[in-house]
């Protein structure tokens, strides 16, 4: 019983610290033009948005565990 409350004791500052991270705020709007960013592609080597632009829709997708091992 006091291992418990002591567990419960220690991990109770860390819940309080661990909330979910906020969206950084953004002024953009449906249908507003991108912002330009760099990416480092698949292929190796860094893509900008800006290549693109004006040749044809993007689409970007993100695979966050694709290469991990679990």
Do not use: C, W, Y
Request: glycine residues 10%.
């Amino acid at each position: 019983m006091k291992l418990s409350i002591l567990l419960a004791g220690a991990l109770l500052p860390a819940a309080v610290f661990a909330q979910a991270p906020q969206a950084p705020h953004t002024n953009l709007k449906v249908g507003d033009t991108a912002p330009d960013f760099t990416l480092p592609s698949a292929a190796g080597g860094a893509v900008k948005l800006s290549d693109f632009r004006g040749k044809a829709n993007v689409v970007l997708a993100f695979f966050p565990a694709a290469f991990t091992g679990g």
